[in-house]
C-alpha cells in the first residue's frame, strides 16, 4: 500500500458545480448536452443546482459526453496529496 498516496480534498466544489464547470470549461450549453446525453435540459439543470443527485448512470453518461472520467463528476474538489507519498 506504500505505493499509494492519500486523496486530500483541496476546494470545496459539489457535484453539480462541477457538473458545470465541466460543461462551461467543453464551452457546451446544457441544451447541447441534453442532445448528446439525452438527459432532459431540466434535468441537467437541476443536478448543476444540487436540486437532483447525480447518481451513477447519470455520471457515466454524462462523463462520457464531457469526456472525463465519472470520478471527477462525483468526487468534485479531491487530489492526490503530492507530499504523503514519503
Known amino acids: 500500500m506504500k505505493d499509494y498516496r492519500k486523496a486530500k480534498k483541496q476546494a470545496e466544489v459539489t ?27 431540466s434535468t441537467i439543470s437541476a443536478i448543476e443546482n444540487d436540486r437532483v443527485k447525480l447518481g451513477v448512470e447519470r455520471a457515466k453518461v454524462l462523463a462520457k459526453a464531457l469526456r472525463c472520467h465519472p470520478a471527477v463528476l462525483v468526487f468534485p474538489g479531491w487530489e492526490q496529496d503530492q507530499q504523503s507519498a514519503a
Open 15 to 41: 457535484v453539480g458545480e462541477s457538473v458545470k464547470i465541466i460543461r462551461e470549461l467543453q464551452e457546451m450549453s446544457q441544451n447541447e448536452l441534453a442532445q448528446l446525453t439525452g438527459i432532459p435540459q
